[in-house]
């Protein structure tokens, strides 16, 4: 069964219930490049994001991953060609989730997990929503990243594997067509990255996300991941994540050995 006729839920958040939605999306990239003055940072991108797709990027640092990610979210300009198809139907921009490497902020502030999910959820003005209902939904989203425990925690109270799930059920309001994530597991052990692997899997097996995701973790992520690509301001190698692993280029760029 393809994943356009496959019927997977996801959920648009109100004050008091969750409603099913499905959010196939498929993103094509053509041509794209990135310059930053006369520095060509990125050059000739050619992807194909299938929906219902865990695409991972590597590469040695300065590759372009995070322009990458930057520049399909629309924070920088780039030459070449984004299309989206979400439901089948062309869009300019899908709904897009972003994980970001680290959250900075001031470790000694009275910032609590439920604090950080009520401003996103509070859409609108604060008074039209119940307290009980936003830590309600709060509650559902932080379930869906195994963080239900931490919504009392304060934000500087948080290992790494536990801020970066609570920074994802963050990029969940309101469930996006794509999830894109930069570095997020790069402060995580690696308990918290097995974790963060399998919530990442089963958010997109229930909510039907493309996801990409760029990190340094090459053996970690590779049971989890449908492709990966290497780069190194060009795409390098493309394919299954075995094969991308075993592939000479990439033994040379990371000096690792079969």
Same mark, same amino acid.
């Given at each position: ?8 839920? /996801? ?20 041509? $794209? ?19 219902? *797709? ?7 640092? %300065? ?11 629309? *924070? ?31 470790? !000694? ?14 859409? %609108? ?7 009980? /209902? ?8 932080? &379930?869906?990243?195994?963080? *239900? ?11 790494? %594997? ?18 894109? $994530? ?9 308990? %918290? ?10 958010? &997109? ?33 493309? !394919? ?19």
């Amino acid at each position: 069964m393809t994943s356009e006729a496959r019927r997977m839920s /996801s959920f648009a958040l109100s004050d008091d219930t969750m409603t099913n939605v499905c959010a196939h999306c498929c993103t094509k990239i053509e041509n $794209l490049s990135v310059k930053f003055g006369s520095h060509a940072v990125l050059e000739n991108i050619n992807l194909h994001l299938n929906c219902h *797709e865990l695409l991972v990027l590597i590469g040695p640092n %300065g590759a372009g991953k995070t322009t990458l990610l930057r520049a399909i979210s629309g *924070e920088i300009p780039y030459s070449g060609a984004v299309h989206y198809l979400v439901r089948s139907n062309p869009v300019k921009k899908p709904r897009i989730g972003y994980v970001p490497q680290k959250l900075h902020f001031d470790q !000694g502030a009275p910032i609590s997990v439920m604090d950080l999910l009520a401003m996103s959820l509070s859409r %609108g003005p604060v008074w039209l929503h119940t307290r009980r /209902s936003i830590r309600n939904n709060a509650e559902m989203l932080l &379930k869906k990243t195994a963080s *239900e425990k931490l919504i009392d925690r304060k934000i500087g109270q948080l290992s790494g %594997g536990e801020l970066q799930r609570v920074l994802l059920a963050v990029a969940l309001t309101p469930v996006p067509d794509m999830l894109l $994530l930069d570095e997020a597991v790069s402060t995580v052990d690696l308990k %918290g990255l097995q974790i963060f692997y399998e919530v990442v899997t089963r958010l &997109k097996e229930e909510f039907d996300i493309s996801i990409i995701m760029a990190t340094h973790d090459l053996t970690g992520i590779a049971p989890y991941a449908d492709r990966m690509v290497l780069m190194n301001r060009v795409i390098v190698s493309d !394919g299954a994540p075995r094969d991308v692993l075993s592939d000479k280029l990439t033994l040379e760029t990371f000096r690792l050995s079969l």
